[in-house]
């Protein structure tokens, strides 16, 4: 369940027990919207996408790195990612831009570099748009056994005892607990 569907139902400041109060309320409306169990899949392909969101924020990072390096020799190359790619190498094989050999050397290092970031980028981007959908039959042995779209777990605060107790809740049951804690 989203946090942002909890909130309304916090009476109070907020503390565990005000929390486990909310979640318990929330839980109990009849027309509650809950977020969908992600299948391994899924995951997989969100953290094939957050590895290339992080290597893109990498390669942008080694862009502008070599564009402020070589605007501080007075060659400026314009924004984005093409124009480094197409500009360096003219940049570093022009004997008559004044850069000093250790300049040069730097440069030819950074640019493999940012050139290992695009290639793995589009190595990421392969894999994304290869990636198929998993089968019903697939996601079935996945979660055989395991009611995974119907298990919730709870933090609930007895009222008696004054503790905090984990409870894990299932359907209809769910409600008989939440009866009996009361």
């Not at 290597?55 to 942008?60: D, G």
């Not at 300049?103 to 980028?121: A, C, G, I, P, T």
């Not at 005892?161 to 009996?180: E, K, N, P, V, Y």
């Amino acid at each position: 369940m989203s946090p942002q569907f909890v909130k309304p139902y916090v009476k109070t400041n907020k503390n565990d027990m005000t929390d486990a109060e909310a979640i318990c309320e929330a839980v109990s409306r009849p027309n509650m919207r809950f977020v969908p169990i992600k299948n391994v899949e899924q995951q997989a392909i969100l953290s094939v996408h957050r590895a290339r969101q992080g290597l893109v924020k990498f390669r942008t990072a080694q862009a502008n790195q070599i564009r402020g390096l070589l605007a501080e020799f007075g060659i400026v190359i314009p924004q984005g990612i093409r124009s480094i790619g197409k500009r360096m190498p003219e940049i570093l094989e022009d004997a008559e831009n004044s850069l000093p050999g250790t300049m040069r050397h730097l440069l030819e290092r950074l640019n493999e570099h940012f050139k290992e970031l695009s290639r793995k980028v589009e190595e990421l981007e392969q894999l994304v748009h290869g990636a198929r959908p998993i089968s019903r039959t697939q996601r079935k042995r996945v979660v055989s056994g395991w009611r995974a779209t119907r298990s919730m777990t709870w933090m609930v605060l007895s009222s008696k005892t004054s503790t905090l107790s984990t409870m894990i809740l299932s359907g209809s049951s769910m409600m008989r607990q939440l009866a009996r804690s009361e």
